[in-house]
Every structure is written in structure tokens, then in C-alpha cells.
């Protein structure tokens, strides 16, 4: 069965501290790994979409990067409006589905 | 920009009350998605829609039911609401072909059943 771990669960960063999110999964045929963000009581923002090993994609202070088994998130020098909950999601082998990790809660203290 | 809207931010409704939560998107993409959301379980598919009056059940349809009449419009219906349905709705939506699996979410429905 396909399974996304996020880690870790919570993360509290000083403003600029850099640091890095895990996302691994098991699938077979990764067919698109995915990393959205949510602020409280609104729906997951699309931030980037990973298809192979070696891929990287950037945007502003963050950086994802996927390997073979496990991606990562790297927010550098975050600031405080970086706080949210990031979550990684992988397509499903069958279908359109995406099958979500339980999320990482950042906050980033001033 | 995707632009997905749900009828409704907040919602409370009686136990046993037939519920309608509605989905709308604006980029004309066949994929269409429910999925409820709670503090430690994550995102779960409710069902799924890949064309107008195609549906298929997700990970837990039980006491839900699904509707696509027109290809930009999702309806999730409670059929009669418990307390154990009172959780964060988010409808998503997605191509098929081109850059597909991508989904765009709308702001949620935050389902209080009392």
C-alpha cells in the first residue's frame, strides 16, 4: 500500500534559521510528488510538483528536492509568515488520487 | 490562476439533517475531489469525479453521497448527519493530461453536526 511520513510532526525555527521538512513514501512508479502548503482554517495551497530523482524545484526561500525514497523541503532564513503546515502528498498508482502525509507544522518565532 | 469555491466557510447543522456542501471551479478541469480533513488522520478521499456523472468511491464514502451534473460543479451530500461527520471539507480539482495529478483546493467547509 502506498504510504507518505512526514517528519518531523512539528518544527520551531528562529527567523533565518534554516532548516529541512521530510517527506518519505512508498510506491511503486512514483507517477508525481507534490508539496502543498495550509495556513489554519483554509485549504492547501499548491506549491510544487517533483517526477523524478535528482529533481529540485525552488521558489522564494524554499527548495524541494526529491530522491528515490524521500523528498525534502529546505526553507531557508525563514521568516515568520513562513508558519504554516507543509504537506507532501504522492499520486496513487490507479486513478487521479493523491495519497497525503499527515503534514509537518512549522513556526517560524520572530 | 485555478480559482476552486465551496458554498459555504462555515456550516452547522442538526443530527440527521440532509447536508449539501457545494464545489465549483472556474479551469475547466475534469478531475473533481472530496476530501475531509482531521487533527491526526490528514487528508482522506471521500470520492472522486473524472468526468460530468462519473463518480468513484475514495478511502471512506461511507454515509456520503456524490453528484456532478455540469463538469465545474462537485456536490458532497450527507445524506443524514452524525457527529462523527463533523470535520473540515476541502474540495479539489485536477487535468487530465498535461501537467495532471496536480490539484488545486478550494478554502474548505468547516462541518459542525450538533
Known amino acids: 500500500e502506498d504510504q507518505v511520513t512526514q517528519s518531523p510532526e512539528a518544527l520551531r525555527l528562529q527567523e533565518g534559521e534554516s532548516s529541512s521538512l521530510n517527506c518519505s513514501y512508498t510506491?511503486?512508479?512514483?507517477?508525481?510528488l507534490f508539496w502543498y502548503r495550509q495556513d489554519p482554517g483554509k485549504g492547501p495551497e499548491f506549491l510544487f510538483t517533483?517526477?523524478?530523482a535528482g529533481e529540485e524545484k525552488e521558489k522564494e526561500r524554499l527548495k524541494a528536492t526529491l530522491t528515490k525514497k524521500e523528498s525534502f523541503l529546505h526553507i531557508t532564513a525563514p521568516k515568520p509568515e513562513d508558519s504554516a503546515t507543509y504537506l507532501c502528498a504522492v499520486a496513487r498508482n490507479s486513478g487521479y488520487a493523491l495519497n497525503f502525509g499527515k503534514g509537518t507544522s512549522l513556526l517560524v518565532t520572530p | 490562476d485555478v480559482k476552486v469555491t465551496q458554498s459555504s466557510r462555515y456550516l452547522v447543522k442538526r443530527t440527521g439533517e440532509k447536508v449539501f456542501l457545494e464545489c465549483v471551479q472556474d479551469?475547466?478541469?475534469?478531475?473533481m475531489f472530496w476530501y475531509r480533513q482531521d487533527p491526526g488522520l490528514g487528508l482522506r478521499l471521500i470520492y472522486f469525479s473524472y468526468d460530468v456523472k462519473m463518480k468513484e468511491k475514495g478511502d471512506i464514502p461511507e454515509g456520503y453521497s456524490v453528484s456532478r451534473e455540469k463538469k465545474e460543479r462537485f456536490s458532497l451530500i450527507l445524506e443524514s448527519a452524525s457527529t462523527n461527520q463533523t470535520s473540515m471539507y476541502l474540495c479539489?480539482?485536477?487535468?487530465?493530461?498535461?501537467?495532471?495529478?496536480?490539484?488545486?483546493f478550494g478554502p474548505g467547509t468547516r462541518l459542525t453536526v450538533t
Open positions: 479551469m475547466d478541469h475534469e478531475n
Open positions: 510506491v511503486s512508479g512514483l507517477r508525481g
Open positions: 517533483l517526477y523524478s
Open positions: 479539489a480539482s485536477s487535468l487530465v493530461g498535461g501537467i495532471q495529478y496536480e490539484q488545486y
